[in-house]
Nanobody
Framework: QVQLVESGGGLVQPGGSLRLSCAASGSSISIYAMGWYRQAPGKQRELVAVITSGGITNYADSVKGRFTISRDNAKNTVYLQMNSLKPEDTADYYC?????????WGQGSQVTVSA
């Protein structure tokens, strides 16, 4: 079992930055693929970024060049650095740990981009 707790969300102006953190407990995340997903009101949850156990990253087209996912296995933590934020980035952001056949989710962290 892996417990995930997100933090770092909040209100930011367009063009601003936030860094989300996902702290894991219960098991080492080193073997897990870790991902960030988001869900805006009235929309389906979508993948934002993923990082494999080997450090390979992949991003949604909408965030490429603006968001960076990283992991610190020693701290059992995954990060999402979000720069040049846009109003359309407003959503609840969820951390995910996946190692087939298991997948775990955090409770979410709200990000609001508004002037």
């Amino acid at each position: 079992q892996v417990q995930l707790v997100e933090s770092g969300g909040g209100l930011v102006q367009p063009g601003g930055s936030l860094r989300l953190s996902c702290a894991a407990s219960g098991s080492s995340i080193s073997i897990y693929a870790m991902g960030w997903y988001r869900q805006a009101p009235g929309k389906q949850r979508e993948l934002v970024a993923v990082i494999t156990s080997g450090g390979i990253t992949n991003y949604a087209d909408s965030v490429k060049g603006r968001f960076t996912i990283s992991r610190d296995n020693a701290k059992n933590t995954v990060y999402l650095q979000m720069n040049s934020l846009k109003p359309e980035d407003t959503a609840d952001y969820y951390c995910n740990a996946h190692f087939w056949p298991n997948a775990y989710w955090g409770q979410g962290s709200q990000v609001t981009v508004s002037a």
